[in-house]
């Protein structure tokens, strides 16, 4: 499968614990992007690296979430201290370097339920 | 900041039928997508449209983009039930990093 993967995906957990979800690009796709999608509404932008380097973050990336790409290829979105509000779908998505006719393909996605 | 409304929000229609989506967005953008979600599933991408007057078809799918009014529509002929999905049209702002700028959805039901 040459798809973006990612892993859990589901996920229950307690108000309060950690949880880190994992996501591995398409190979040759050197940007990747985290999108929240919570019931009824579209994706909203999180944050974004090209290679290893964390280009931009949303308002709405808490100082409880963080995500890293420590060597370009995959990466992992960890939130601290869950809250209910962050119930949701995380979804990742890869793309190359802006070339004309690039675009974004995403993954499946880790459902996240904070009980 | 750059706001992308689409409408209907809600739309079911009969088997057969044609419809249109409308995407509408507030700032310049060269590049508009459409994607297709399933419940509980992922994205699936429709269409990239890059420059204005674009339009592509797929099967009874068939978007278009005018840059100038800063619309978008997602026209579907003959509407058959395997159509049921939402579908979002999503922005990346010119000259940006594809980071995407979606609309609210369209939530389609066909129904025979």
């Known amino acids: 499968d040459t798809g973006v993967s990612q892993n859990p995906r589901h996920k229950i957990t307690k108000r309060g614990q950690n949880v880190t979800f994992r996501c591995d690009p398409i190979?040759?796709?050197?940007?990747l992007y985290w999108y929240r999608q919570t019931l009824g509404q579209g994706p909203e932008f999180l944050t974004y690296?090209?290679?290893?380097?964390?280009?931009?973050k949303s308002r709405l990336l808490s100082d409880r979430f963080s995500a890293e790409r420590p060597k370009g290829s995959f990466s992992t979105l960890e939130i601290q201290r869950t809250e209910q509000g962050d119930s949701a779908m995380y979804l990742c998505?890869?793309?190359?370097?802006?070339?004309?006719?690039?675009?974004?393909?995403f993954g499946q996605g880790t459902r996240l339920t904070v009980v | 900041e750059l706001k992308v409304e689409q409408n209907p929000l809600f739309l079911s229609m009969q088997e057969g039928k044609n419809y249109t989506i409308y995407c509408n967005y507030s700032?310049?953008?060269?590049?508009l997508y459409w994607y297709r979600q399933d419940p509980g599933k992922s994205l699936e991408s429709l269409f990239v449209?890059?420059?204005?007057?674009a339009v592509k078809q797929e099967g009874r799918l068939m978007a278009s983009l005018d840059t100038k009014a800063r619309l978008s529509t997602l026209h579907i002929t003959a509407a058959v039930h395997d159509l049921s999905a939402t579908y979002f049209c999503?922005?990346?702002?010119?000259?940006?990093?594809?980071?995407?700028?979606f609309g609210t959805g369209t939530r389609l039901t066909i129904i025979p």
């Open positions: 998505a890869s793309s190359r370097q802006r070339m004309r006719d690039t675009e974004a393909f």
């Open positions: 190979s040759e796709h050197n940007r």
């Open positions: 690296f090209q290679n290893e380097a964390q280009l931009e």
């Open positions: 700032t310049t953008s060269d590049r």
């Open positions: 449209l890059l420059s204005n007057g």
């Open positions: 999503a922005v990346d702002m010119k000259g940006g990093n594809e980071k995407l700028t």
